[in-house]
């Protein structure tokens, strides 16, 4: 079942105030909805199939959310020798899982450049593309 | 009681922010133009290179010697990151003075009585956050 966001209107009544107006709400914002910490939140965009088993596909809008604590196997964006990767955080294993088909967990190494940037706490697919250039 | 929270080579730290392939590098910002060096980050300070105000074809061949990351000006990235680091900052007092794109002054009043865990370690707390939520390193 489909669940709206139900958004109050208004009557536009002439000449007599609408009973409606004092339940107006203010029209629906995105950033209010999905983000918790704005000054701490950035929007990446994934790249490669290997989340797929958490419901993130290729070109599917990220928010990234640095000011969270860490729980085992959040989602999260990390800092992995110079490149930014989304995988699902083990920490007791000390290792980076992957949901995709047939991409085995990357146990990390001493020597590696690792730090978690930060946790998805949402991920948007794109029906359509986007029609503004980024 | 005022702290001053002030980040490192701004200009730099920010180019890393969304480039993690450049955080253990040297980088160096030119001003508009690329005339002149204007920031230069804690490793390229350590390396001896990039410093402030030399016009850049006067140190261009030193700096690619040194594998120096180059970057041009980029205010908004700078502005963002600004408002970001400002707005973090603000939640650990009172009164909050925007001194310039990377230093504010946070008020604590005349007479602030120290926080429980004492001032060293609220800076410590401000330091730390901002790093957390904004990846931009600072003084406090």
Redesign the interface.
């Given at each position: 079942m489909l669940k709206f966001i139900p958004i109050k209107a208004v009557a536009g009544i002439v000449g007599f105030e609408s009973p409606a107006a004092e339940y107006t709400q203010l029209s629906l914002d995105l950033d209010q909805l999905l983000i918790d910490h704005p000054s701490a939140t950035y929007i990446g965009i994934a790249d490669g199939d290997s989340m797929v088993g958490d419901g993130i596909f290729s070109g599917d809008l990220l928010i990234v959310d640095r000011a969270l604590e860490i729980k085992d196997h959040d989602v999260v964006v990390a800092n992995l020798n110079g490149v930014f990767v989304c995988k699902k955080i083990n920490k007791s294993k000390r290792c980076l899982m992957s949901s995709g088909d047939n991409v085995p967990p990357y146990f990390l190494q001493e020597g590696d450049i690792f730090q978690v940037e930060g946790i998805v706490t949402r991920s948007i697919r794109l029906h359509r593309p986007f029609t503004k250039s980024l | 009681m005022y702290a001053l929270c002030d980040v490192n080579s701004m200009y730099a730290n920010c180019e890393k922010v969304f480039d993690?392939?450049?955080?253990?590098k040297p980088v160096v910002v030119l001003t508009n133009n690329d005339g002149c060096i204007c920031a230069a980050c804690g490793i390229a300070k350590r390396l001896g290179i990039g410093k402030k105000f030399l016009p850049y074809f006067q140190v261009k061949k030193e700096l690619a010697a040194a594998g120096a990351i180059i970057r041009s000006s980029n205010y908004e990235l700078y502005a963002d990151l600004s408002?970001?680091m400002m707005?973090?900052c603000a939640r650990f007092a009172p009164d909050i003075n925007v001194y310039s794109i990377d230093e504010c002054f946070l008020y604590y009043g005349k007479q602030a009585k120290a926080p429980a865990l004492g001032w060293e370690a609220l800076a410590a707390q401000i330091r730390h956050t901002v790093w957390?939520?904004?990846?931009l390193p600072i003084c406090c």
């Open positions: - | 993690p392939s450049i955080r253990n408002q970001r707005d973090t957390r939520e904004v990846r």
